[in-house]
């Protein structure tokens, strides 16, 4: 019987399009933040058994969409601590006006420096990157997810997340890209919240932010 291999699924949800991942393995799959389209997204996953649905931040567009997520797959919700009370807010009208699907449940777990979440043979590892908000987390795969990251809106190709919208500071998102630069390894592939994926290696060269 041939090998399972893992697979790396892209789903782009609300207006402001973001990047909604599915990180499947050995038929275990891992959501990270379904800012839309819950249900929706509950379908289109009927083929794997989502044994988490993850937030890099507590924003409603990674946010809105866990609700629905939940409630169709059972699958528990974690958060970082710091961002969860904003998370329950994703469907009411944000400082920007806008809303999304739905408020955020309370979180099954909350996630700290270190942890580790499990999906098949792949691991993640939390990493606290704060600056964008307050518990923005980066997701540094292991085992069969080695090479990725989900970096939520902490950095893009050639820039980094806002950090006018209450509870970020520039001075943090910045301590945390060099954390980054100097604990991810260049050749991982970063998975951002919104737009393209980019490297570390290409970021390490690019942007003007990590230098």
Do not use: W
């Amino acid at each position: 019987m041939a090998e399972k291999t893992d697979e790396l699924r892209r789903y782009v949800v609300t207006p402001l399009q973001t990047n909604c991942y599915a990180y499947v393995s050995n038929d275990e799959c891992l959501v990270v933040d379904p800012g839309g389209s819950g249900a929706q997204l509950a379908t289109v996953l009927d083929d794997v058994r989502v044994v988490c649905v993850a937030a890099t931040h507590g924003h409603g567009d990674h946010v809105g969409g866990v609700a629905a997520l939940v409630r169709e797959t059972g699958a528990p919700y974690a958060i970082h601590a710091a961002d969860a009370e904003l998370a329950r807010h994703a469907g009411e009208m944000s400082e920007v006006g806008r809303r999304y699907d739905d408020n955020a449940p309370d979180p099954d777990r909350t996630l700290a420096e270190g942890d580790v979440l499990r999906v098949g043979t792949a691991t993640f590892t939390v990493m606290e990157t704060p600056g964008h908000t307050p518990g923005g987390i980066v997701l540094v795969g292991g085992g069969t997810a080695e090479g990725v990251a989900f970096v939520g809106d902490t950095l893009f190709p050639g820039s980094h997340g806002r950090t006018d919208l209450k509870g970020g500071d520039e001075a943090t998102i910045m301590t945390s890209l060099a954390r980054m630069a100097a604990e991810i390894a260049p050749e991982t592939t970063l998975l951002c919240g919104h737009g393209p994926a980019t490297t570390m290696v290409r970021e390490l060269t690019m942007n003007p932010f990590l230098r």
